[in-house]
């Protein structure tokens, strides 16, 4: 065969490849090739994030340093360990029951105890905490996602029926199995991919760690990329944060435009390298439910051959239905070209029990990516389509019932009264209240509300709401606040916007009080320490959760 090197040539290129190479050329060579590839990847960074964004970055680095270094000095260590200390006794004082009439259950009891006796020991528990609010009321956002007194028994019916069911082993359950597939495959019509492929999870966070995992094992396979990275909207769920922790995949957060809340399309054409497994898109997102441009994002994934997951984890069973129930809606499922994955919580609007989610994949060929199989284990041949081992099938019987009890027509009218609600409320406080305005422009269930100005702070009448009963959710940068109505906030509409002016009235001019969204999130963005204490805090909110 003709050669453009003939032999004698080849010969002479590698002796003189292994002169060159003595120790010191290679030790040179292995220095430059570590400096260029750290190059390529600051180059990479400082592309993708913005000069401005890469020094406030290293800006809050260096703070971070220095304050790690101030805070090991002896008298500040102890002055943190005396605030921490007095903070965490707080959290324990309003998480964990206390005084002469609370049982504790720290060891087994040795002998059984009867039905009566459970459900006894459940209603003082239920009546116990420190604080008590009544979900029925309907004075919270989000949460309870509730399908009504009816569904509650067919959840427990389901339950019921299924309740030591495992669906690792279809042949014992071959009942589970099929009304696992079916839950897919009716999600799948619902998002227009019938002949795509899904699998269910416990939640919309292992639904979009799933997806990420996925994306990253076919990106390795088709595409040979090894230093994964993601491109996610900073109003993205912050599960998207915490795959890339757990699967050690690098994530470029790209701020919205302000005014529509939707995530900066330049910005995240340039964050898109070599690198990158998949990009993000939210409909709704959780901060403000607002939804992104799922079709212009589409189409920069097809371009750059990367994944796009759209995150319909809250827009679950409401999306769908949005167009039908006569509300305007922009495409956001899988008849936007370039979408490679949808999420959907069928523990959310699909009024399915909790720890029900369903990932969906463009074909059967991605979701092999998101399978774990162990042709060799001494237990014997290992497979399992994602994170659990074994998991409740009563959790797959009760998302089954419940999608079944809704049907098509239950689901539009649920979808016909919940954002129905939120347009009210978002109608409401635009024409009454002036101190406040509406972030973006939300298409379903959430509702998001900021100050005008500096007179009233959004967190401060949070705190003011909070007072009144309400659980609403506090937002950062900007500071606002958001509801995410349910069915039971339906019935709370008029009670809310009344309650709402009453806040902002007391909330306005009057100092910053000490209520929980301020203390929280005000001293989170206003100083280097901040986000520090913040999570310090956030640490011992988690510990008191298991104080028993
Ligand atoms: C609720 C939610 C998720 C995931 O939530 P889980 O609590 O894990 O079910 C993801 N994305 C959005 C937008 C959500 O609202």
């Known amino acids: 065969m003709p050669s453009t090197l003939s032999m004698p040539r080849i010969v002479d290129v590698v002796q003189t490849l292994r002169a060159g190479l003595t120790a010191d050329n290679a030790k040179n ?22 000069l401005l964004t890469t020094f406030g970055e290293i800006y809050t680095w260096a703070a971070k340093g220095v304050l790690q270094v101030v805070l090991r000095l002896p008298s500040m260590r102890k002055r943190v360990a005396t605030e921490l200390g007095a903070v965490r006794a707080q959290i324990q004082r309003e998480l964990v029951p206390s005084g002469p009439e609370v049982v504790q259950h720290l060891r087994l009891p040795v002998e059984s105890q009867s039905l009566e006796w459970i459900l006894d020991e459940m209603a003082k528990m239920d009546a116990q905490g420190p604080s008590h609010t009544d979900f029925r009321q309907g004075r919270l956002s989000g949460a309870v996602y509730h399908g009504g007194d009816d569904m509650e028994k067919i959840l427990v019916a389901a339950f019921q029926r299924y309740c030591v069911s495992n669906p690792l082993h279809p042949d014992v359950f071959p009942a589970v199995r099929k009304m696992e597939a079916e839950v897919v495959a009716m999600c799948l019509r619902m998002y227009n991919n019938p002949t795509g492929a899904g699998a269910t999870t416990s939640g919309g ?40 922790a757990y699967l050690k995949i690098k994530l470029h957060t790209i701020p919205v435009n302000p005014e529509t809340r939707q995530v900066d399309l330049k910005r995240v054409r340039r964050a898109i390298n070599s ?19 799922i079709v212009a994002l ?29 509300f305007p809606v922009e495409p956001f499922d899988f008849r936007v070209e370039g979408v490679t994955a949808i999420s959907c919580d069928t523990h ?23 399978y774990y199989v162990n042709p060799s284990w001494t237990g014997g041949l290992y497979a399992s389509p994602g994170f659990s081992g074994s998991r409740s099938g009563a959790l797959i019987a009760g998302a089954w019932a419940a999608m079944h ?91 809310f916007i009344d309650d709402l002016k009453q806040a902002v009235k007391e909330a306005k001019g009057a100092e910053l009080g000490k209520g929980t969204m301020v203390a929280i999130y005000g001293l ?13 805090v956030a640490s011992a909110f988690l510990d008191a959760l298991y104080q028993a």
């Open 275 to 293: 690198n990158t497994i998949m990009i993000v898109g939210s409909a709704i997102n959780f901060p403000d439910g607002c939804q992104d441009d």
């Open 348 to 370: 959310k609007y699909g009024f399915a029990p909790k720890g029900s989610s369903v990932i969906m994949y463009r074909s059967a060929e991605l979701r092999q990516h998101q």
């Open 405 to 495: 009890y809704m049907g098509e027509e239950g689901y539009l009218a649920s979808c016909h009264d919940i954002v129905g609600a939120a347009k009210t409320i978002e109608r409401r406080i635009k024409t009454e209240i002036p101190e406040l305005h509406i972030l973006g422009k939300p298409p379903a269930s959430v509702v998001a509300f900021g100050s005008r100005n500096a007179e009233v702070n959004a967190l401060e009448v949070g705190d003011r709401m909070s007072k009144k009963g309400w659980h609403l959710n506090a937002l950062q940068n900007p500071p606002a606040v958001h509801i995410a109505c349910t069915r039971l906030t339906v019935a709370v509409v008029d009670a």
């Open 524 to 536: 989170g963005t206003s100083s280097a320490i901040g986000p520090q204490m913040v999570g310090a």
């Open 205 to 244: 966070t292992e639904s979009i760690i799933m997806s990420v995992k996925t994306h990253r094992d076919w990106a390795r396979a088709v595409k040979g990329i090894t230093e994964p990275e993601i491109v996610v909207p900073a109003s993205a769920h912050a599960a998207f944060d915490k795959a890339a």
């Open 29 to 50: 060579a292995v220095v430059f090739y570590i400096v260029l590839s750290h190059a390529r990847q600051a180059w990479r960074h400082v592309w993708a994030r913005g």
């Open 298 to 326: 589409g189409k920069l994934a097809k371009k750059y051959s990367v994944g796009m997951h759209v995150d319909c984890c809250l827009g679950s069973f409401i999306m769908p239905f949005l167009e039908k129930a006569g």
